[in-house]
């Protein structure tokens, strides 16, 4: 059964503090995604990475960094969260054309 | 600039009728077009999906309609249920193998019984 995996499913933190949101897939998907969704907005890429240590910058990259030591692993970092980037964050996998999403992290910064 | 355009925002129909989402694109070299289902509390999940070389796609009660010329596409879903309530998104992709696609902003469809 093909899957994508995050966690946490939630997560308040301070302004300030740092954050780590987790993706696993089980796949072996090649290209990995992080996105986040905000009301009315629809999706916005933030990094895309194409496998292990080989990520590139999507539209939205400021404020984020990445990491994906493991091809079934990608992490999306924020260093000193920033109030503006409570979202609700998706990551995804795909072999070809098609994303498989996973459940959603339901971030808020206060 | 946004390059996937969705209409209307929102929309509802009852139960049995035909719901039509709409999409528009600028960019010439768009050349794969998915529509991805979300439910509330969900990740987007690939719901049908149309290549730039075809008019039109179908699977069961889901059809996309394609005009190249105009840049614009269509999603329609005949015999609406209350199950197809959900936010429907159009994206497209250039086909050039980068594995990007841009969204639009989503259409909220709610299905009255």
């Known amino acids: 059964d093909m899957k994508v995996t995050q966690m946490p499913r939630y997560l308040i933190k301070r302004m300030g503090e740092n954050v780590l949101l987790e993706c696993g897939q089980d796949m072996s998907h090649e290209t990995m995604y992080w996105y986040r969704q905000d009301p009315g907005l629809g999706l916005q890429l933030i990094y895309i990475?194409?496998?292990?240590?080989?990520?590139s910058e999507g539209d939205i990259p400021k404020g984020y960094r990445v990491s994906r030591k493991k091809r079934e692993h990608f992490s999306l970092i924020l260093d000193s969260a920033k109030t503006n980037q409570t979202s609700v964050y998706f990551c995804a996998s795909s072999s070809s054309y098609e994303q498989y999403f996973g459940p959603g992290t339901r971030l808020t910064v206060l | 600039q946004q390059q996937v355009r969705q209409s209307p925002q929102s929309l509802t129909v009852w139960e049995g009728e035909t719901a039509i989402l709409n999409c528009s694109y600028e960019?010439?070299?768009?050349?794969?077009f998915p529509w991805y289902q979300q439910f509330p509390g969900e990740g987007p999940a690939l719901l049908i999906a149309?290549?730039?070389?075809?008019d039109k796609k179908e699977d069961g009660r889901f059809t996309i309609f394609f005009n190249k010329r105009e840049k614009k596409l269509s999603l329609h879903i005949t015999d609406s249920q209350p199950g197809d309530s959900a936010t429907y998104f159009c994206?497209?992709?250039?086909?050039?193998?980068?594995?990007?696609?841009?969204f639009g902003h989503g259409t909220i469809l709610r299905v009255h019984p």
């Open positions: 149309i290549r730039s070389v075809s």
């Open positions: 990475s194409y496998d292990v240590d080989s990520n």
């Open positions: 960019n010439s070299a768009f050349d794969y």
């Open positions: 994206a497209a992709n250039p086909g050039a193998n980068t594995g990007k696609l841009t």
